[in-house]
């Protein structure tokens, strides 16, 4: 019977992903040894860049079936945050206001 009970987070398939997240950082960043990946450091700290980036973002690509953009590397940058997201467990932020709220930020919403 079914409890509607969330299960736990830390299954053996999310484990899985995360060290396949991992793997994936330490190809990219040409390290011997995927135990030696920090779990959370971003990206760019750990000694990657904006072209390792897309590179990391293509191998992340072939792990899931879920429309990964490279932007979300940027906000999800660590391999745990990326992990989650491809989990489909990393929590929603909110967006910050931006490029996308010019009009409002330029005091011309509302005006015809």
């Known amino acids: 019977m ?12 999310e484990t899985q992903l995360l060290e396949n997240v991992r ?4 190809e990219v960043l ?3 040894d995927p135990a030696g990946v920090p779990l959370d450091t971003g990206f760019l ?12 973002w293509e191998e992340l690509h072939g792990l899931t079936d879920k429309v990964l953009k490279v932007s ?4 999800h940058s660590t391999v ?3 992990a989650e997201l491809l989990a489909g467990t990393a929590a929603r932020r909110p967006r ?3 490029a996308g709220d010019r009009q409002k930020l330029l ?4 005006r015809s």
Do not use: C, K, N, Y
Not at 2 to 13: I, K, M
Not at 23 to 26: F, G, I, L, S, V
Not at 72 to 75: A, G, I, K, N, Y
């Open 2 to 13: 079914h409890s509607g009970v969330a299960p736990d987070v830390s299954t053996a398939g």
């Open 23 to 26: 793997q994936a950082w330490a």
């Open 30 to 32: 040409d390290l011997p």
């Open 45 to 56: 700290e750990a000694g990657g860049s904006s072209l390792l980036l897309i590179m990391l």
């Open 72 to 75: 979300d590397l940027f906000v």
């Open 80 to 82: 745990r945050r990326q």
């Open 96 to 98: 910050p206001s931006g």
């Open 107 to 110: 005091g011309r919403a509302g």
